[in-house]
């Protein structure tokens, strides 16, 4: 063999250079993802690891391994091959250089990753996925606010530093020893033969797998507690998966309306008629006709709070800890839904939810933004004769809000600079305008002469990370046991709890000042509720809080006169989520009135159909029998209910049937799916279903 000839003494020793040098790196890469590994399980999910046998634990380590190996193998695929070709010349030295600066970068690539991972985990309950690159959609310098805020950056960069020096000692180490010790084959055909077994090696440990598929994502599951299989992949791994899926995402798939049509049957309903159109008849929904209210149509404002969160609801004692302020006597006199869950577990994820019914939460700022979705609230509204109005305390160009919010029809959009004019002593944070301002401009807004009703949006902002409060508004020291606080593992957590209750005190106060006001409390509607839960709590470690990691409370004032005159039948411990908020308001304030819908009437015992409590993670049934994770929808899990007044769930699967419950996701992922590629000429009148 020709290359076998040319194999030397001194090509040898290079081999022997070169193996020690990428056997040490990858040696080295493996122990930080490993390490990054155990310390995720045993910060996060220590207690749901312990519950499994210990052949799922052994399941678990040996498919980290895997995963880890592929990555460590990929990444010096390319330091062997450059090996393979200069180890035999003089051109090794390029191999030398190159080897050097190479391992360090890969192990600062392991560790960075893994780091992010981590808080990544803290804060989401969850490895990075797609919803990391919405970072670059939001205000560059409040993530940079947050992120210095919330997160050790000075700990961090010390710490990066103290590692590099800690890395060259142990790798240097680590190099001498395999270099004397690794075996080198000391003829030409063995050191051939060698090469050959080495590059086979590599292959299969990249490809992960000897059967008939590679290993891959799809893979990335050893037990039903998504916790534990959440922690399986590593940093980069994570990330390189996100990536992916967040590419694919820019090109919204085709579904085929015969698709639609059995995902129907999975949640039991039948499908009359065999056009495309006939496909959202199941959505449609009829407004009685009401005398009343066509001589009474009341002014709506809807509020979307940051971060309302039911748990931290429950932390409230109004004697010791008053988390609610001026909105205490309302949640006491009005419509509280507390057994109520957020679609989306993000301010924009729940946002597009609400506005369009769509579960693509970088909608706004996608090709696809200025479709003409069928569930869009501001066309409802505008149709019905309402002038329609968001308001929001960040700039409009949060995620391109402000053409996506016109593109749906909203009359005015209105931000934080018109606010600013408005009220010039405005205090601000990181991400906007402090919620008293906001909730003054509303009130401005609703004080203005109009011969139209108004349909009033608005959007929140103190209580955002990074936590802080107006200067003029004093922190309320408040007794926090250590249960409470091993749960908020920040550093000022009373400041946390103070702009939860500042939060609530505002809207409680801007509810005070309608009802106050002899033209309004007759007149007006006032909806809230939270965009998504308090982050970074650990509910991942907490596996009974399946629903209650979930849940936003959804407080509706609706004045005496509608009540009743609008068949009204309040029950506080029914099941709801954001998708049935619009519903209800618009059966109680609309006369005959034609829309299209997911949600249900929660002030009514007319049947609905997609009666669940739905997060686009969980699915809970009106019937209240069990909850479902759905966070996968080809293997949902079904847990039952221990508790109601939280709704806790049992830490083990149950055996009952979430067919009907992860249908309903797919069916409003492929609605959206058709609606997104409906082309301009596209007739769902004359299209038939095939």
């Known amino acids: 063999m020709v290359f076998s000839q040319i194999i030397c003494n001194r090509a040898q020793e290079n081999m022997r250079f070169f193996l020690s040098r990428i056997f040490g790196g990858m040696l080295i890469c493996l122990t930080?993802?490993?390490?990054?590994?155990?310390?995720?399980?045993?910060?996060?999910?220590?207690?749901?690891?312990?519950?499994?046998?210990?052949?799922?634990?052994?399941?678990?380590?040996?498919?980290?391994?895997?995963?880890?190996?592929?990555?460590?193998?990929?990444?010096?695929?390319?330091?062997?091959?450059?090996?393979?070709?200069?180890?035999?010349?003089?051109?090794?030295?390029?191999?030398k250089g190159f080897i050097k600066y190479y391992n360090t970068l890969i192990f600062y690539v392991a560790l960075v990753f893994s780091i992010v991972n981590y808080f990544y985990f803290k804060t989401y309950d969850k490895s990075i996925d797609t919803f990391i690159f919405a970072i670059s959609k939001e205000d560059p310098m409040a993530v940079i606010k947050t992120v210095i805020n919330d997160y050790p950056v000075g700990y961090g960069a010390v710490g990066l530093l103290i590692s590099f020096f800690i890395y060259k000692y142990v790798a240097t180490a680590i190099f001498r020893k395999l270099e004397v010790k690794v075996y080198v084959p000391d003829s030409r055909k063995k050191t051939v033969l060698g090469i050959i077994v080495l590059t086979l090696v590599f292959f299969g440990f990249i490809r992960g797998s000897f059967g008939t598929f590679p290993l891959r994502q799809l893979n990335a599951q050893v037990t039903d507690k998504p916790g534990i299989n959440y922690c399986l992949p590593n940093g980069p791994l994570a990330f390189y998966w996100a990536y992916k899926w967040e590419k694919l995402s820019t090109k919204i798939p085709t579904v085929r309306p015969s698709e639609i049509l059995n995902t129907y049957k999975e949640l039991?309903?039948?499908?009359?008629?065999?056009?495309?159109?006939?496909?959202?008849?199941?959505?449609?929904?009829?407004?009685?006709?009401?005398?009343?209210?066509?001589?009474?149509?009341?002014?709506?404002?809807?509020?979307?709070?940051?971060?309302?969160?039911?748990?931290m609801m429950t932390f409230d004692d109004e004697k010791e800890r008053d988390l609610m302020g001026e909105l205490r006597k309302h949640f006491k006199s009005d419509f509280v839904f507390r057994n109520f869950v957020s679609e989306g577990d993000g301010t924009s994820d729940s946002m597009t939810r609400m506005l369009v019914s769509s579960p693509d939460l970088n909608l706004s700022t996608s090709i696809y933004s200025g479709k003409d979705y069928i569930c869009n609230i501001a066309k409802l509204f505008n149709d019905a004769g309402y002038e329609t109005i968001f308001i929001t305390a960040s700039t409009a160009s949060w995620r391109n809000y402000d053409n996506f919010l016109r593109q749906l029809k909203f009359s005015r959009v209105i931000e934080r600079t018109q606010v600013l004019r408005d009220f010039p002593n405005a205090t601000s944070g990181a991400w906007g305008i402090d919620d008293e301002y906001l909730f003054k401009e509303t009130y401005k807004i609703l004080s203005?002469?109009?011969?139209?009703?108004?349909?009033?949006?608005?959007?929140?902002?103190?209580?955002?990370?990074?936590?802080?409060?107006?200067?003029?508004?004093?922190?309320?020291?408040?007794?926090?046991?250590?249960?409470?606080?091993?749960?908020f593992p920040?550093?000022?957590?009373?400041?946390?709890?103070?702009?939860?209750?500042?939060?609530?005190?505002?809207?409680?106060?801007?509810?005070?000042?309608?009802?106050?006001?002899?033209?309004?409390?007759?007149?007006?509607?006032?909806?809230?509720?939270?965009?998504?839960?308090?982050?970074?709590?650990?509910?991942?470690?907490?596996?009974?809080?399946?629903?209650?990691?979930?849940?936003?409370?959804?407080?509706?004032?609706?004045?005496?006169?509608?009540?009743?005159?609008?068949?009204?039948?309040?029950?506080?411990?029914?099941?709801g989520s954001q998708k049935d908020i619009i519903t209800t308001i618009a059966s109680h304030a609309l006369s005959d009135k034609e829309f299209h819908s997911f949600g249900c009437d929660l002030l009514s015992d007319e049947k609905c159909n997609f009666p669940f409590a739905f997060n686009s993670s969980v699915a809970v049934s009106y019937d209240k029998t069990h909850a479902c994770d759905?966070?996968?929808?080809?293997?949902?899990?079904?847990?039952?209910?221990?508790?109601?007044?939280?709704l806790l769930v049992s830490a083990s699967p149950s055996s009952k049937n979430c067919t009907r419950e992860a249908a309903m996701k797919k069916l409003e992922t492929q609605l959206y799916y058709l609606q997104a590629n409906k082309a301009e000429t596209d007739d769902y009148e004359k299209m038939k279903i095939e």
């Open 448 to 487: 203005e002469k109009s011969d139209k009703p108004r349909f009033i949006m608005t959007l929140s902002i103190t209580n955002h990370p990074p936590f802080r409060l107006p200067s003029d508004v004093e922190i309320q020291k408040v007794p926090l046991p250590k249960e409470i606080l091993n749960r």
């Open 630 to 646: 759905i966070s996968t929808v080809e293997r949902p899990v079904s847990y039952d209910f221990t508790q109601m007044e939280n």
């Open 268 to 311: 039991g309903i039948e499908i009359e008629g065999n056009t495309v159109s006939s496909l959202f008849t199941p959505l449609k929904k009829h407004t009685a006709k009401n005398e009343f209210l066509e001589k009474n149509r009341p002014d709506i404002v809807f509020n979307v709070m940051e971060s309302m969160s039911t748990h």
């Open 32 to 95: 930080v993802l490993l390490a990054a590994r155990f310390i995720l399980v045993f910060s996060f999910v220590k207690d749901q690891y312990f519950q499994l046998s210990l052949a799922e634990q052994f399941n678990f380590w040996v498919l980290s391994l895997r995963f880890d190996l592929k990555v460590t193998t990929i990444a010096y695929a390319l330091p062997l091959l450059i090996a393979f070709i200069t180890f035999v010349n003089q051109s090794f030295v390029f191999f």
């Open 490 to 575: 920040y550093e000022d957590t009373e400041t946390i709890f103070a702009t939860f209750r500042y939060a609530n005190d505002q809207l409680g106060r801007f509810i005070d000042r309608v009802k106050s006001d002899e033209k309004m409390k007759d007149n007006t509607f006032i909806a809230a509720t939270g965009d998504h839960n308090m982050r970074g709590i650990g509910y991942t470690d907490h596996p009974t809080e399946l629903v209650f990691g979930h849940e936003v409370p959804f407080y509706l004032y609706m004045p005496e006169k509608f009540v009743q005159n609008t068949d009204v039948n309040f029950d506080k411990e029914r099941l």
